[in-house]
């Protein structure tokens, strides 16, 4: 890109909306399409009218429709012509400008194909990490440095290479950690001068000494250093490690296999016949060693589908495997019943479960387990998923066998195999894109004016924007109006709610006057104000505010937007009364509300709180039709299915439509009850969180700062279907 904005062949503007999206739609068009269009890609649609080459798409959208739709439904969208005179007026560089709009899975393989065409497939094709040519490069004072990734040791690379060089009597090594320094110190003196190869692992276990190592290079003298000397370094990516030997040397990093097979092919090519056939029920124990290194896979892959798969990304290792490989041989040898609880036990809630801190994920984690050990993956050809492509084999066969069976499975997994909807794999590569486009954002130069507007323009324009629309933070005569009564707690949440909304509207005004004025000069630009001048430029929302706000994951446009519903919502009930239907997503903080409801029970039941929870119906009317609040309890909008959606038809979950990946939940209304016994059958246990990455903390009040509560949702399916699919819902999207 920088050596096509050198020809003048990118616009800056243009790249500068792929990377962060644009700030505000000029005017506000009806959904052409909605059918098949999302919300989220026609907002991005109106917003590129910023752009002068797009300032009439968004208008000319619906003369073509049916080419677009090609486009969205295609398997290739990145290779499809566009419709219409779009397919002559945009260029290589503006389709992925619009890709991102209509199919953003998509656009990291349109660069791909970008870079292949402008600049050579070479460019995209990944290089053999050979050694060799590495060491070429290097000389005595440049260090070759290996950045490690969890489950990769070079270590084995580095001795056969050293091997091959006839140099392995000549490589020391040492694993640094605590008083091994003065020992690399002195290996290091006493190599440079007898031209010896020294190898320092892990330096990221010794950042105290790090200077040291720094001073030591930086001392070497090209003149007296033998002329064979070499240090080889391993790390994991620290801040301790020192930037200027990063910069002086050669740095290779070796990633991790991905994908179920290459985890299956590296357990098995670590295993040889003699162990298969040394435990005493040979059969039953090849069977559950291939159901555990298959559940060893699941567990480490479903980490890419972010939060569908694991609220928390867990970092299993091979160590973990093994411990259940030896486990699962021993219980074998000693029982003569099969101790699936056992084997289930220490697998589940110790060696994987040892890592899991979060509850939902124990459930997800124990679900799947139960599907890898149990009774049915002993029948031969047992089938793992309804596809059969993962199946059991002919325990007969050795260990060659079954990396030839292994052989033949597919580089790419299906996410059937996980449990998942077909879905799950566009959230991932939406995922993998953004992550991309957010990366090359932090890497832009910070005070770069090539489009001919500076920066100090942009961000003056769009804080402008914003001070015109956020209203002034509430009136106080709101306590007047709502007092706090015994048999009303609603009037606490809302007074609670205020003050914290007004909080954040009072911080948003005074910040964005003051930089407003250090644009101008007239104040001085503080640390917080720069930071604050850098996330406007890039349409992020600002730390200042957002320290003092509810969590979100919008961008800034998007976030101001949601504001002003939020503080409308607020309004709406200071000057209507308490609404009927509560918008749940339009909280600060939903918990306080919950448990308000809760105590207006309880109060007027005259029963202990401790003893309420909640019972929940899913309402066939829609909100707007519902006039009155109900006897007991409250209605709730605003949430939104992921992973599943809700079928008004059957009144039960039912499974997602194609790239559909949120959709809409009816209104519910919950219903307080004493000493309730919840349903065993025919419910999802479903959990709502604040935002989509549904990890959160601990907070003082001991609420989690994302987790909010969960509901009974009806089903016809097992609670694991939808356990495994990752359904959750949501009260607030990224967009």
């Given amino acids: 890109v920088r050596i096509q904005m050198n020809d003048n062949l990118i616009d ?30 026609w907002g991005d649609f109106q917003m590129l009218a910023a752009l002068p080459k797009f300032s009439n798409f968004a208008k000319d959208f619906e003369n073509h429709l049916e080419g677009f739709k090609k486009i969205f439904d295609s398997q290739e969208p990145h290779r499809e012509d566009l419709p219409g005179q779009w397919k002559e007026d945009l260029d290589d560089f503006q389709k992925i400008v619009m890709l991102r709009c209509l199919r953003a899975d998509m656009v990291t393989s349109a660069m791909q194909d970008y870079v292949a065409k402008h600049m050579g497939q070479r460019f995209i ?38 091997e091959e060089m006839r140099f392995s009597k000549k490589l020391s090594a040492i694993s640094l950690g605590q008083g091994q320094g003065p020992r690399a110190e002195a290996l290091i003196r006493s190599a440079m001068d007898r031209g010896k190869w020294v190898f320092f692992q892990n330096c990221h276990l010794a950042p105290s000494w790090m ?106 290792t091979t160590g973990d495997l093994r411990i259940c490989i030896s486990q699962l041989k021993m219980f074998l040898d000693e029982y003569e019943e099969l101790p699936f609880k056992c084997l289930t036990y220490t697998a589940g809630h110790i060696n994987y479960g040892g890592r899991v801190t979060d509850d939902w994920d124990r459930r997800c984690m124990m679900n799947i387990l139960s599907d890898f050990y149990c009774y049915d993956v002993l029948k031969p050809d047992h089938k793992y998923s309804e596809a059969g492509t993962y199946r059991q084999i002919d325990t007969d066969c050795d260990n060659n066998g079954y990396i030839q069976y292994i052989r033949s499975l597919p580089i790419n997994d299906t996410p059937e195999i996980f449990g998942m909807h077909d879905n799950a794999n566009i959230t991932f590569a939406q995922n993998e894109s953004f992550a991309t486009l957010n990366a090359l954002i932090h890497l832009q130069p910070k005070s770069s004016s090539a489009s001919g507007r500076s920066s100090e323009e942009t961000v003056e324009e769009a804080t402008k924007a914003i001070l015109a629309e956020v209203p002034q933070p509430f009136p ?62 890039i349409n992020e929302v600002p730390s200042l505010w957002s320290k003092k706000a509810y969590p979100s994951l919008k961008p800034l446009a998007s976030w101001t937007e949601d504001l002003l519903a939020r503080v409308q919502f607020i309004q709406h009930w200071i000057d209507a009364g308490v609404p009927t239907v509560f918008w749940i997503s339009g909280f600060f903080f939903p918990q306080a509300f919950l448990t308000g409801t809760l105590q207006n029970y309880a109060r007027k039941s005259v029963i202990s709180i401790d003893t309420i929870t909640f019972d929940f119906k899913v309402m066939k009317e829609h909100y707007e039709d519902i006039k009155e609040r109900p006897e007991d309890g409250c209605y709730i909008r605003g949430l939104y299915v992921e992973g599943a959606r809700w079928d008004p038809v059957e009144q039960q979950l039912g499974e997602s439509r194609p790239k559909e990946l949120y959709t809409d939940m009816a209104t519910m209304w919950l219903v307080p009850e004493g000493n309730r016994t919840p349903p065993t059958k025919g419910i999802y246990i479903c959990p709502i969180y604040k935002t989509l990455t549904r990890a959160g903390t601990l907070s003082t009040t001991g609420h989690s700062t994302n987790y909010v509560i969960s509901v009974e949702i009806p089903t016809s399916r097992e609670q694991k279907h939808w356990v495994k699919r990752g359904v959750a819902m949501i009260c607030a999207l990224d967009y």
């Fill in 12 to 41: 800056p503007d243009e790249w500068r909306w792929l990377l962060a999206g644009g700030s505000h739609a000029p005017d506000k068009l009806p959904n052409p399409s909605p059918d098949w269009m999302s919300e989220r890609s």
């Fill in 125 to 162: 094709e990944p290089q053999t990490s050979d050694l060799g040519v590495v060491f070429k490069e290097s000389s005595p004072v440049t260090p070759l440095i290996f950045v490690l990734s969890a489950g990769t040791d070079p270590a084995a690379d580095l001795y056969k290479f050293a």
């Fill in 211 to 316: 200077p040291s190592l720094e001073r030591l290079i930086e001392g070497i003298d090209p003149d007296k250093v033998h002329r064979d000397f070499r240090l080889w370094l391993t790390s994991m990516p620290s801040n301790q490690f020192p930037v200027a030997i990063l910069q002086n040397g050669s740095k290779m990093t070796i990633e991790p296999p991905r994908g179920i097979k290459a985890n299956l092919l590296r357990a098995y090519m670590a295993q040889n016949d003699d162990f298969l056939n040394s435990c005493t029920k040979v059969s039953v124990f090849k069977s559950l060693l291939f159901s555990l290194c298959l559940f060893h896979g699941v567990a480490l892959e479903r980490r890419k589908f972010g939060a569908l798969g694991f609220n928390i990304p867990y970092e299993y």
């Fill in 476 to 537: 106080l005569a709101v306590m007047e109006k709502y007092p706090v009564l015994y048999e009303e707690s609603m009037n606490t949440v809302l007074l609670q709610e205020v003050i914290r909304y007004n909080r954040l509207l009072q911080e948003i005004i005074r910040s964005s006057r003051d930089i407003l004025k250090a644009i101008k000069g007239l104040v001085v630009m503080s640390e917080p104000l720069e930071k604050m001048f850098n996330s406007l430029y």
